[in-house]
């Protein structure tokens, strides 16, 4: 079985087989942690399985098992969110052995995950995984998010390269299946209304996936009231090194930098963290600096995690004193996001920028620097509220197993996980903006650092 630790929302890729096991990351500080109060729950972690009734036989039956008994051993909390996990057992098991396919089966594997009511959880086919394999890192140049109850094209591109689907445009189909649908299924799947957006974006961006030259037949209109057009848009590879890490295969990585035109204000973002980006992070910092940067707008929209532990060389760009991002609490021991101060780091006011898309390290990072003084959190909506550190697990047969080992808290003692970050200013936004080519949750973010008086140039 092979394991890794991320802090990322669920877009899990592929699998590899030779990745090693990984149990913490060395970068946090580790310590035992007291015993996780059960507040008259049931702890599970002393149960004997021995006593367990047999679950029927299927083809679907040994994966199952695994799930069930992993999730058992390895949760954070040992009373499982005050479930009857036994009785979950047998309800589920039931259920699996019932399936006719593969579907089914692992459909009704995912609710029993769901009953947790946390992020992090899901378990994928052998089959789903080879076709992600199949797909490549190719993506089709159109980004959806929901804005003003609909599917809204807010940005058209990858790199240079157009889709020409205007921006602004309502999506209506994606080969022939009406978005309609995965709106519907990601409202049955939200844990509370504002995550509808978050599931609806990633279920979009899954089906515009593809080898490269794939053409997906994107239906839209243009403009409120007008009528449905079609166009071929074409999957192209994004620029940018392509990083791998365990199950999570050629990600195709991007940072970008800029001074904003005509102010002290530089601007920079990245797609995922991942620790191969940081070298890159540091020196557009350092041009930005050069260029008389006196604030910066970070921005984390879209940014759904990676690897926790580039939080903490990223967080030390920005940290002249030593602080911590917050802590993870595992069932046994606890892992503090310690950053040590850096002298020469940038001391101008920071604007952390956020949607429904900035998840897990991205949630945690921009807790922890709220909470340490060091940025104000802009946005449209709060964050997706899946801050929770998980493992990806390749099963026998290949299926492939995200779940939960640990909790997180803020400095102050925030929770991220199922709310969100909420933004300290928030924006809105509507399709007008996004038709006229308008960036409202930017431009905030630039009027209000370029009011503030940083110490130093």
């Given at each position: 079985?092979v394991r890794?630790i991320?802090?990322?929302s669920?877009f899990?890729?592929a699998?590899s ?12 500080d580790g310590?035992?942690?007291?015993d ?8 599970w972690?002393a ?7 047999p679950?029927?036989k299927?083809?679907?039956s ?10 058992l ?10 479930l ?8 589920y ?8 396919d593969v ?7 995912n609710?029993?995950?769901?009953r947790?009511?946390?992020s ?7 089959e789903?995984?080879?076709d992600?394999?199949?797909?490549g890192?190719?993506v089709?140049?159109?980004k959806v998010?929901?804005i ?19 921006r602004?445009?309502e ?5 022939g299946?009406?978005?309609r649908?995965?709106?519907?299924a990601a409202?049955?799947q939200?844990?509370r209304?504002?995550e509808?957006a978050?599931?609806?974006g ?13 053409e ?7 403009e409120?009231?007008g009528g ?12 940018g ?7 999570l295969r050629?990600l ?13 204000v530089?601007y920079?973002?990245?797609n995922?963290w ?6 890159d992070v540091?020196s557009?910092?350092?041009a ?6 006196r604030?910066?707008v970070l921005d984390l929209?879209?940014n ?5 532990a ?5 967080a ?5 004193e030593?602080?911590s ?9 606890e ?5 040590a101060?850096?002298p020469?780091?940038f ?5 952390i ?30 964050s ?12 026998e047969?290949g ?36 038709v006229?080519?308008r ?10 650092l ?5 110490s130093?140039?």
């Open positions: 079985m890794m991320v802090i990322a669920a899990v890729l699998c087989p030779e990745q090693p096991k990984q149990a913490v990351d060395p970068v946090l310590r035992p942690t007291a996780v109060p059960t507040d008259g729950c049931r702890d972690s149960l004997d399985r021995a006593t367990l009734p679950l029927p299927s083809r679907f040994d994966v199952f098992s695994a799930v069930w008994t992993t999730v051993e390895k949760h954070f909390d040992p009373t499982l969110n005050c009857d996990w036994p009785a979950l057992r047998q309800e098991g039931a259920r699996v052995a019932e399936a006719k579907e089914t089966a692992y459909a009704a594997i609710e029993m995950l769901g947790l009511g946390q992090h959880f899901q378990v994928i086919s052998a789903h995984v080879t992600e394999q199949a797909s890192p190719a089709c140049p159109l998010r929901w003003d109850e609909a599917p809204i094209v807010v940005d058209a591109a990858v790199d240079e390269v157009e889709s020409g689907v205007p602004g445009a999506l209506r189909s994606i080969d299946h009406p978005v649908e995965l709106v519907d409202r049955v939200a844990r209304p504002e509808v978050f599931l609806l990633n279920r979009i961006a899954a089906s515009l996936h593809g080898p490269e030259g794939h997906h037949t994107i239906e839209y209109v243009a409120p009231g449905p057009e079609v166009r071929e848009v074409a999957c192209v590879i994004p620029r090194e392509l990083v791998s890490l365990g199950n050629d195709p990585t991007r940072v970008s930098s800029r001074m904003i035109e005509g102010t002290t530089g920079l973002s990245f995922f991942m620790l191969p980006l940081v070298k540091e557009r910092l350092a930005l600096r050069e260029q008389g940067m604030a910066l929209r879209g759904p995690g990676g690897v926790g580039m939080s903490v060389p990223i030390r760009q920005f940290l002249r030593p602080g991002l917050g802590t993870l609490r595992f069932r046994d021991f892992q503090e996001f310690n950053v101060g850096n020469s780091a001391d101008g006011p920071v604007a920028l956020v949607d429904e898309g900035t998840a897990s390290t991205s949630e945690i990072f921009a807790a922890g620097m709220r909470d340490l003084g060091r940025a104000t959190i802009i946005g449209a909506r709060a997706a509220g899946a801050a929770l550190p998980s493992l990806l697990e390749r099963l047969g299926a492939l197993l995200q779940y939960v080992v640990g909790d997180y808290h803020s400095p102050r003692g925030n929770i991220a996980e199922g709310t969100g970050i909420n933004p300290d200013i928030k924006v809105e936004e509507t399709r007008a903006d996004f006229a080519g960036d409202p949750v930017l431009d905030a973010a630039v009027a209000h370029s009011k503030q008086e940083p130093h140039p």
